[in-house]
């Protein structure tokens, strides 16, 4: 079976190596905004061996926070109505949804 790369998060790794990446795809095709050095080819090659493919927790919880039909626009409303008429009522009502999401996972 192929394996499946999370490209933000590979990108973030390579980044974090201080390699010149311009972008990665899910198949692990790596972008560089130049050609590596063999240095840095090996340590590309090793960053990308020790890619950890799940989710991260950030990844996570917005996915149980869509799955349980918050949409974006739901919070931009709540904060919005928050911000112009000082009304907490929606952002308290979600915080608690939200709160109740992330307790049960």
Known sequence: MEQIFNPKKLTEE??????PVAG????????????????????AQGV??????????DEIARSLIANAGISLMDI?????????TGDLSAVEALSQKIDAIMKTN
């Open 14 to 19: 390579l980044k974090a190596a201080k390699l």
């Open 48 to 57: 990308i061996e020790s890619h950890e493919t799940s989710p991260t927790d």
């Open 76 to 84: 931009v409303m709540a904060l919005w109505t928050r911000a112009v």
């Open 24 to 43: 990665v795809s899910s198949t692990g095709r790596v972008d560089y905004t130049r050609e590596l050095t063999k240095t840095e080819s090996a340590m």
